[in-house]
């Protein structure tokens, strides 16, 4: 029996064949027969569509393990948020997110335009065809798999080993790395701007193949919907990888976050072409389609590295085969715009303009365009080819001895004329033109100098890294510019959008006042980023490696350069409202973390057993039986111990609760004990035989291990907070602390887990990080107001 | 018109060079794997899952205790993990004499690091011959925090 969620699926796929049906019909041979039709078919299957996303949630509110993606990605004591935030977790959840925007898009373009233009009438069949096509991948992998459909689960059900309606009690349980709110709106953004660009890339290719006027408008506020969601999504995403992995920084070049910036840059470039492009329909008028569908293509490609598998990076959440389908998808796309753009351009006459020389703004926004394509080519290319080397000669291979120095050096030159472009576009005046160039070439000229200045160490790549030495001499040439050299066309670049919105600011007329102070407002976000990455980036001081014992608690332990750390407190609690023990039973990390409060106690501990000792001790004649419990809290488990007339038998792997004195120091004579007068064992549990139980309750839970602290300068109290480190089945995260002053300097410190007594941290002094936090808030307020206003464009 | 067509076939002629640059110099300079066995922080490795059963004769053959390491192409910490932890001299000492290595590809050895629950590298997995999980060690530590860890577990398997 098909599941419900599939039928929907399959029913939206049979109500956009009816749409696309009629549409066609009406294209070729003008046919009225199916147009009624038309629009209710689709609005069914946005609806049919939202259902089974409804569907799909009440599934994993209500932890249905019968399906095989809610038992992937999450567990039956996760909070209510994080149950939602699974729908997207996986590949499965987030292609149906995909294609369901996607219709409610097509539901939205059928209802304002009606179909009463040809474009709108074409558009729609491009946004239908690629929604179909989505929904088609989303049944390959779909989301509403039984977990009896399971291979293992298959074999196993065939030898009589679990019955035919097997469904599992408890869920798999969502990566440790995704419980956090961040990860809850990052797929989403994401997949919400992948879907939003649709409609801009089917208004792009009818362009192409018709020459329907109207296009730019049609697809314009989708087009700045995708920027600002994808962009938000990409933010987020460095936010994570900032407070949640622990990077130290929040852009690494990683290759899914590369992936889904070079849409993002392509995207940009497209805005400031059809800026121009709606002005003079003769300005850009291939190179603004093109880059449409460039985004599209390009969106694609991000999916097929995000979730695919042919890519890895640390964002190896999803693992599928619908790459191929992507990839042929892709193939298609690329192929079609290829031949439109090339028939275009072969087609329209080569305008007999008067050539008004270089200096004219056509030509400055052409360069500008051409460098985001150089800088999304330089990112395409660096996560692309060493994945072609390897599927093709099985070789892997870096792109530099440090990835982040490809990605840096080739776009660091790039960026500076792009920061150039920006001063002299924004604030460009016929008029004043002679003026302007020589302000330009001024600050070319300063930049070039200021490539020259020597510091200690303040350069494209850092001279006391490691991999400085092996990168070849050309990279070394880059890397050896000092990064001076970004400030005058810095500063030029602020200076001409503050000029602007001064400009603007004046304007008596509302609308154009609100536009032009939105596109300075973005202007200004592109410095702030900048300023935050290269600062930040460049002046982090770092202290590896402070192990401070868990002893020393409340002390303030000396760990170099004239800093400290204190640490106030230690604790461990679980995420979910389960504990993981059961009753009056210890965490391990917890008698570690305080073990005075302990010895020569009573204690209860609970864990899997991880080595086993039998030793013979001198007469009368005992056996002492040594047994290492790890309950997954404290890195190294703790020994046990129980004496007996015969050697105890205990499987390694076996689940025990053990009670007993808690004894410090303990050292024994006899050989083969794990605690020796050389080795003595810090803590041990003593217990009687009968107080050894089998099992625990089920782990699976996510256990929170936490220290506060406070981090010193001198005697200077600079920063105070948590840092805390998670366990779970499906893996582990460290949460580090992050305290912000209002200078923009973070105090960031990353734990990494209890081990062996230590508490092993890092210390990093983050500078200017707010710069780039402030920038992308400036991106997002500026956006949202030149989408404010809805402005005609000039025929 | 004539200054936007030799500028973008300028362009394009960059492109090119840089592409095919920077592809030959990858190859060149920074290929990491061979067919057989990884060199990490010039350290030989037993390679993927196929070295692991192989590994776990020879660590009961000869009692050491195996040291599994997870690590990837794309990890910025790894390299320096490499070179400054695993290469520091002391500690590279005892790994290459007393440990059976194993290296395990986080893109390719998918499965093993499933089996074992290792999610991001690099990171430490320390097994007894038997297969015993021994010690994990997550994420970017340095030589003096590891050198303690390696010198223990060599003594306990030992004994």
Redesign the interface.
Known sequence: MIPLGDTLLYASLAVSVIALVGLISREIKNIELLNKLVTPAIIAGAGLLTFSYILLTYYFVYSDFAYDYVWQYSSADLPLIYKISGTWAGQQGTYLLWVWVVYLSAAWLALTTKHETALARRTQIITLLTGMYLIIITLVQSPFKLIIERPEVVDMIAKGTLPPDFVPEVGNGL???LVNFWMTVHPPLMFIGYATMTIPFAAAIVYLFTKEDGWEELGRQWARFTWLFLGMGIAVGGVWAYLV?GWGGFW?W??VETASFIPWLTLTAFMHAASLHRKNKATFSIAAPILAVVSFILVLYAAIVVRSGIF???H?FG?SSTGTLLLVFIGVTTLVSIVLGMRRYFEEP??V?E?R??WNKT?IF??TL?LF??LS??SF??IS??AF?QLTQ???????????N?FNI?SYPFTIILLLALGFCLNYNEKEKEEQKKTLFIVIGLSIITMFLRTENFYVLDHAS??WA?E?A??KMIGNISVISIFPSMIYATWSTIERLRTYIRIESIKPKIKGVGIAIVHFGVVFILFGAIISSNFTYTI??A?IPLASKGQLVDIGDGYGIKIIDFSTHSLTETKNTPSGALSISEIYASPEKYVSDNVKISGKV??VANVQSPPPVTYTTYLKINDGTY??GLWAATQANAPLEFQ?GLELTVEGFLIPNFKSNST?S?CTAV?PCDLIVFSSPEQITEGTTASGSYNVQSVRLEVYQGSKKIGSGVAEYLQS????G?FPLVDSSITGTDIYV?F??L??G?V?LTLKIIPAVNFAWIGIVLFAIGIILIMAVRTKSKV | ????KL??II?LV??LL??Y???T???K?????D?NASYLGGIKFHRAASGLEEGFQIAQQENKPVMMYFW?????YC??FQ??TLGNPQVKKILEEEYVLVAM???ID?EVAQQY????PPYLVFM?P?G???????????A??LL??VT?IR??VR?
């Open positions: 990566n440790a790395l992995l690494a990683d290759p890895n990076s640390v190896a693992d080569d305008k303009e050539d020389g270089f030509n052409y360069v051409l394509v150089v080519f330089i290319w660096g080819f060493p080397i099985g070789l892997k291979v870096g792109v530099a001895s440090d990835t982040k490809f080739w490691p991999f092996r070849p050309l990279y590896e490696s192990n991880t080595n890195t190294d390694q083969g794990p080795t089945q499906t893996g582990s460290t990353i990494q887990g081990g062996g230590i092993p | 018109m004539r200054t936007k500028v973008s362009v960059l492109i840089f592409a640059f920077s592809y110099t990858a190859l300079n920074f290929t990491l794997s067919k990837a192409i794309w990890c910025q390299a320096g070179t400054n590809d986080l893109d998918r629950a290792v999610s991001y007894d038997n015993n999980i021994l010690q994990r060690v997550p994420g970017s530590v340095d003096n925090y303690p860890i223990k003594d306990d004994r």
